[in-house]
């Protein structure tokens, strides 16, 4: 069965050190995305790509880097990891969606990272 | 900018309960979509919404999508303990393409 995976599922690092968060997918899905998850928050769009060598920056962009060498991969580097960054980090992938429909997104298990 | 806010925040309900949760969007949406998130669990696509006014429904679960496009609601009628999680309702970000802006999410409880 087609899935999306994450790793590491949890991290602690320190202030100042490049993280990198792991995430796959064998869904064959053009779009990939990564959120991170705070209180209150809800869920807010870090970066995203549409296809290989595609990536943009979303809401929260600031402190991170995505990078798109094939398909099913898009790893989230946290370039000099800060105490705001400790949040729980979720990749999703669609499908392309047509018209005014969008195809749902799939979400993996998340990454709880912690910076101390 | 463009936001999406729902309505409560935590809701603790009684099982057998109804329970309603409603989403605002700043902004008119092509469709809308939801999502429930289990507690330490990843969001779990529940349907979309695409036309104005449409209503769909799932079991015990009604989804309605304003008139304007602009606001959307999740019904849950008789709640179980199996419904316990938080939901979120999501729309197309400004500027088109397939990423999503999420609500602030409604977290249910359900006591026995």
């Known amino acids: 069965d087609a899935e999306i995976t994450q790793s590491p599922r949890h991290k602690i690092t320190e202030t100042g050190r490049q993280v990198t968060l792991a995430c796959h997918q064998t869904?064959?899905?053009?779009?990939m995305f990564w959120y991170r998850q705070d209180l209150g928050h809800g869920l807010r769009l870090i970066h995203y790509?549409?296809?290989?060598?595609?990536?943009n920056k979303g809401e929260v962009s600031d402190g991170y880097s995505v990078s798109r060498s094939n398909t099913e991969d898009l790893p989230l580097t946290l370039e000099s990891a800060a105490s705001s960054q400790t949040s729980v980090y979720f990749c999703?992938?669609?499908?392309?969606?047509?018209?005014?429909?969008?195809?749902?997104?799939?979400f993996g298990p998340g990454t709880r990272l912690t910076v101390t | 900018g463009q936001q999406v806010m729902q309505i409560p925040q935590y809701q603790h309900v009684q099982e057998g309960e109804d329970f309603t949760t409603y989403c605002n969007s700043s902004?008119?949406?092509?469709?809308i979509q939801w999502y429930k998130q289990r507690p330490g669990g990843h969001p779990v696509f529940l349907i979309q919404?695409?036309?104005?006014?449409e209503v769909k429904k799932q079991k015990r679960l009604t989804f309605q999508f304003g008139e304007a496009k602009k606001n959307s609601s999740l019904h849950i009628t008789a709640t179980q303990t199996t419904d316990v999680g938080t939901y979120f309702c999501?729309?197309?970000?400004?500027?088109?393409?397939?990423?999503?802006?999420f609500g602030t999410g409604t977290q249910l409880k359900v006591e026995l």
């Open positions: 999703a992938s669609s499908a392309t969606g047509q018209g005014l429909a969008l195809y749902e997104q799939y």
């Open positions: 869904w064959n899905h053009n779009n």
């Open positions: 790509s549409y296809g290989v060598q595609d990536t």
């Open positions: 902004t008119t949406l092509s469709n």
């Open positions: 919404l695409v036309k104005s006014g």
């Open positions: 999501a729309g197309p970000l400004t500027g088109g393409g397939n990423k999503l802006t």
